[in-house]
């Protein structure tokens, strides 16, 4: 059985020490972004090695031309998967210090775009993974490495060309993962434009979680989305976010209710922005 959406702590518990499986610790903090090393170094589960979100899960920043967080260049992404001993039989376990940060769910959705099914998010994240007692262990960690072998599905992905392209077509949907506030325009402090994509709707992900910072079940999902996405089936779906990366936690949490992965703008607002030609506006969505 491959895990290939979010994973319990106890089905993870029972493989930590398979060697087809591979942990991946993706804590990060945007604005201390060397601290989820360190507490990486101090306690982790057992085997797991570090990815660095800035270095490891996104590319270069090019002024002018990308948002906060681009992709990875394919080549690069090979390479990375291949060091952490990723190959077609392994079973990848991506976590963070709870399910509500963002990192994991990068992981889970870059390894979807290059073809990699056996990905699970670890719900509740280190946190729970620690409150239940669990095997940790300190210092930084390596694996075998093995040969990744891609085969990348560009359709998961919408450039800002293509979501401008949808933008008044009636059968699709476009979703800002990002907070309310910062939707609306109120209060943004990530990005030097504030507001939304105009004709987007608000919904963030941390409506995807129960108050105990696991996910909502997925009939509880299921529903979420239903609404959010208003009749549209997920492929007619697109999720954005500040920066490509608490969207991919949108895209994770349907994909566990049933729904189906709604396709993903990696660039999103910080992104968007450049081009002041792009439509932008403040307030709610428009009826």
């Keep these: 059985m491959i895990h290939e959406t979010v994973i319990d702590r106890e089905s993870a518990c029972d493989h930590f020490d398979d060697p087809d499986w591979v942990f991946v610790d993706c804590r990060f903090v945007i604005r201390e972004p ?7 170094a101090q306690a982790h589960i057992s085997r797991a090695v570090y990815a660095h979100l800035d270095r490891d899960l996104s590319g270069p920043i090019i002024s002018g031309r990308t948002g906060r967080h681009p ?7 090979v390479r990375t998967f291949s060091g952490w001993g990723i190959n077609a039989k392994t079973q990848v376990v991506a976590y963070d210090e709870s ?13 979807k775009w290059a073809g990699h099914d056996a990905a699970a998010v670890l719900d509740g994240g280190f946190r729970r993974w620690c409150a239940a007692g669990l095997s940790y262990s300190t210092g930084a960690e390596t694996n075998r490495a093995r040969e990744f072998e891609a085969k990348f599905r560009p359709q998961l992905a919408m450039d800002a060309h293509e979501v401008l392209g949808v933008l008044e077509d009636p059968s699709w949907v476009v979703l800002d993962a990002r907070a309310a506030d910062r939707f609306r325009g109120i209060g943004e402090t990530m990005d030097p434009v504030a507001g939304h ?12 979680l129960a108050d105990d910072g696991t996910f909502k079940s997925p009939q509880e999902l ?10 549209r ?9 500040g920066s490509g990366v608490t969207a991919a936690h949108s895209v994770l949490a349907s994909a566990y209710a049933g729904k189906g992965m709604p396709r993903l703008y990696p660039g999103s607002w910080s992104e968007w922005i450049i081009d002041p030609a792009r439509p932008i506006v403040r307030g709610d969505s428009a009826p």
């Excluded at 299921?222 to 009749?231: E, I, S």
């Excluded at 089936?233 to 976010?241: G, K, L, M, Q, T």
């Design 34 to 40: 060397d601290r989820g090393e360190r507490e990486y």
């Design 71 to 77: 992709l990875p260049a394919p080549a690069e992404l």
């Design 99 to 111: 399910t509500g940060a963002m990192a994991a769910a990068r992981l889970w959705w870059l390894l």
């Design 197 to 208: 994509i105009k004709g987007a709707f608000s919904a963030p992900y941390v409506s995807n």
């Design 222 to 231: 299921a529903m979420l989305f239903g609404a959010a996405m208003r009749g």
């Design 233 to 241: 089936d997920a492929s007619h779906a697109v999720e954005y976010c």
